[in-house]
Structures are given as structure tokens and as C-alpha cells.
């Protein structure tokens, strides 16, 4: 089961980026034996490779990461949980080795204002906040093995799980498919692999790579949607359009071998924030329609 955020959806912001193919580009739905093939989809009467909306949400996610360490959140107990995020976890970094008791190392850590409650009151409490911020009884929340609690907790204070979700927890972006469009070719990389089982050399075997490489203006559009972003995700996502803007993007497979490197088009990106005014949520046209559009440059300030 997925949780989602009780609060209704008030605004949403709808990124469209465009990026310029600066090498070839492989990007397919995962390894699938030998030959890595590209995803094409019809899109406007003809075939366009696809760029699956996971791989992208995957760098994003990376990248975020990383960068989301050296910023400086709203409140102290932010910062410390992003600086403890690590994959699916927000356990103290430095004591990683400190498996005696975790629950009491969580709570040195993050919540020395429940001091003086014992562990099923502090239990209690953070259901209690758990269910009045997501769709899930108290009754089901107090089911959970406290440590799941506490990690649900922190995900829900931390802007990167926020964003982009956690074990259990939905994320508050949407990304979509993202096709290439413009003048390219497709082409195939082989490579040679070097097969190991049980840590015995077998063979050398040969294995394909399927990708597309610019000819002329080759460009994809990247489409994010973001409900209801708060400060620290707005801080987040901008430092991250910020450093994409200076490094590009690499994306999709071979990238030691410099495939996948996407460089911003800043002046062909912008953002819509639509405001919500109650009516049925799946009217996404109208909220469309509701929004003002701003050039993603300003949006950087
Ligand atoms: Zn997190």
C-alpha cells in the first residue's frame, strides 16, 4: 500500500524543460539480455523514442540527493534528516554501526521534545500526527513496528521523500514520458562483456546497445508536475534546475562512455503554477487553462 497526502490539491506547478541532445542517447526500459533496444511510442502520427518517465524521476531523484545536503533548510530538524537520507533510510549516518537499540538512536536524534514519554507514548504520538497528515487510520498506523513509524514520520518531513516518495509513501511530483523530437538517427553501439559466474571467467560475449543520436536540433521535453510545493521543495527544485543548467544532464546507459549528456535550453523551458479552485480534480485541463506562465529563467531569480 501506497499513502498519499491528505491535504487537497491546491496549486500545481507544471515544468515544461527542454533539453538539447548533446550525444547519442540510449534510454530503454531496463536490461533485457543481449540487446538493449529503445522505446518507441506513436506520438502525433509517427514514432518517436520515448525517455520512460522512471529513468528520468531516477536522476532527478539522484541529483536531488546529493545537492539537497548543502542547502539550507527552513528548520534545523530538516537539514538533519536530509543529511541523513540515504536510499530508504534516514537512520544517523554516523551511527550506522550502532544497532543496540535503534529506536533510542532515533530518538537522541530527531525528537528530544518527546523527552520523558516512554516508547509506546512516543509511539502513540507519532501515529497520531501520521494519520492526521496522511490517508490512513491511527488504528492502522499503531499496527506498524515503531521503527516503520518513526521512518514514515521522517519521510514526511523530508523535502527529497517528499518529492519523490518513500517506501510507502506517495511523492508529490508526476513525471511523464518524454519524447525525442527533432532530426535524429538511431544507431548501435556493440560492446564485448566479459561473462563471471561463482567468479570463474566463462566467455567474452558481444551485446548491443540501441541508440539515437542527434542530426541537426534534436531536443526533448521534459514535463514535471508538482502539487502543492512548500518552501524547502521550491529551494530543492531550484537549486536542481540551477546546477542542471551548469553541468547538464546525463541520462540512460553508456554514460562512461559519454552518452547521454542533455544540455538545458533555458529559453525554450517555463513554468505554469495553476492555481485549484475545489472543483473535480481530474479537470487538469482547467487547470491548465487557469495558469500564468513565467520562463523557467525567472523562475531561478
Ligand atoms: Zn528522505
Redesign the pocket.
Known amino acids: 500500500m501506497v499513502l498519499k497526502y491528505k491535504e487537497s490539491l491546491q496549486n500545481r506547478w507544471i515544468l515544461i524543460i527542454r533539453f538539447k541532445l548533446a550525444s547519442p542517447l540510449h534510454v530503454g526500459r531496463g536490461q533485457e539480455g543481449i540487446y538493449n533496444r529503445i522505446v518507441f511510442s506513436n506520438v502525433e502520427g509517427g514514432l518517436h523514442p520515448i525517455v520512460p518517465a522512471s529513468s528520468i524521476k531516477g536522476v532527478f531523484r539522484d541529483l536531488s540527493t546529493k545537492i539537497a545536503k548543502n542547502l539550507d533548510f527552513r528548520k534545523p530538524l530538516t537539514n538533519k ?2 543529511n541523513n ?1 540515504v536510499i530508504d533510510s ?1 537512520f544517523p549516518v554516523e551511527k550506522a554501526d550502532d544497532d543496540t537499540n535503534r529506536v533510542r538512536v532515533y530518538r537522541e536524534t530527531y525528537f528530544q521534545g518527546y523527552d520523558g514519554i516512554d516508547d509506546d507514548e512516543f509511539k502513540l504520538a507519532l501515529a497520531r500526527e501520521l494519520s492526521s497528515g496522511l490517508n490512513t487510520s491511527l488504528d492502522s498506523f499503531l499496527e506498524l513496528p515503531v521503527e516503520e513509524i518513526i521512518e514514515l514520520y ?2 514526511m518531513k ?1 523535502p ?2 517528499r518529492l519523490y516518495g ?1 517506501p510507502g509513501l506517495s511523492s508529490k511530483t508526476i513525471f511523464l514520458d518524454a519524447v525525442v523530437k527533432g532530426s535524429y538517427q538511431v544507431g548501435l553501439y556493440t560492446g564485448t562483456a566479459i561473462e563471471r559466474k561463482t567468479g570463474i571467467v566463462k566467455a567474452k560475449h558481444l551485446y548491443n546497445v540501441e541508440y539515437v543520436y542527434p542530426k541537426g536540433e534534436t531536443w526533448v521535453d521534459i514535463h514535471i508536475y508538482i502539487d502543492n510545493m512548500d518552501e524547502d521543495e521550491e529551494l530543492l527544485i531550484k537549486s536542481l534546475i540551477g546546477l542542471i543548467k551548469a553541468t547538464g544532464l546525463r541520462l540512460g546507459g553508456l554514460r562512461s562512455r559519454g552518452y547521454g549528456l542533455l544540455k538545458l535550453d533555458i529559453e525554450n523551458s517555463y513554468a505554469v503554477k495553476t492555481i485549484f479552485d475545489g472543483g473535480p480534480e481530474e479537470n487538469i485541463t482547467k487547470l491548465l487553462r487557469g495558469g500564468t506562465r513565467v520562463s523557467l529563467e525567472s523562475l531561478l531569480g
Do not use: G, Q, R
Request: aromatic residues 0%.
Open positions: 534528516i536530509v537520507h534516514h521522517l519521510s523530508c527529497i521523500c518513500a
